[in-house]
């Protein structure tokens, strides 16, 4: 397991679950089904519309921002167009109302930080986004604040789900998005 590790690292852009793919009947000396010791993450491509969003008033003001604002962030319409492919992601946000520019993030899981903002336009890093089981799981800090919190990226029922964490403040919120018809 020590050389898998090794040799994952060195290859930053292949995928850990193809890597493994490649490596497991290597490493377990026998033809099994590369299914049973790879678990296969979910891919977000999409044109991805919320379709509702599960505490995120109180979510909202807890990392700082005006009732007011609050309000117009519960209420948006927001649309998340995503281009996934192996551990790259290249993600366009915007929200109806907009409330802040469209924005346009690439990212690979396992980069430190990666520079974006939030439905508002505040500044923000995910730090070390990483696969965990089948969720995209990353810390999402605001430089300019003491908000550390944590996202998750994952699909449920058909539905891509965003949730975030505040575990300083101990409040959640969940963003269900469906995918937008053809």
């Not at 508002?120 to 800090?141: D, Y």
Request: aromatic share 8%; glycine share 8%; net charge positive.
């Amino acid at each position: 397991q020590a050389i898998c590790i090794q040799l994952l690292f060195q290859q930053p852009r292949a995928s850990p679950q193809t890597f493994l793919a490649g490596m497991a009947p290597m490493l377990l000396g026998s033809p099994m089904p590369v299914a049973a010791v790879v678990e296969k993450v979910p891919n977000f491509t999409g044109d991805w519309l919320l379709e509702r969003s599960e505490n995120s008033e109180a979510f909202v003001r807890a990392i700082g921002y005006s009732p007011l604002i609050a309000r117009t962030v519960s209420s948006a319409q927001a649309r998340q167009v995503i281009e996934h492919d192996g551990d790259e992601l290249r993600c366009r946000f915007e929200t109806v109302p907009p409330m802040a520019p469209a924005r346009f993030v690439v990212f690979h899981v396992g980069e430190d930080e990666v520079r974006g903002s939030d439905d508002i336009g505040r500044e923000t890093l995910l730090v070390k986004p990483t696969w965990r089981g089948q969720a995209l799981a990353a810390g999402l800090r605001y430089p300019k604040s003491s908000h550390m919190l944590r996202i998750e990226r994952y699909m449920e029922d058909g539905r891509m789900v965003e949730h975030l964490r505040y575990p300083g403040k101990g409040v959640e919120m969940r963003r269900i998005f469906a995918k937008a018809s053809a």
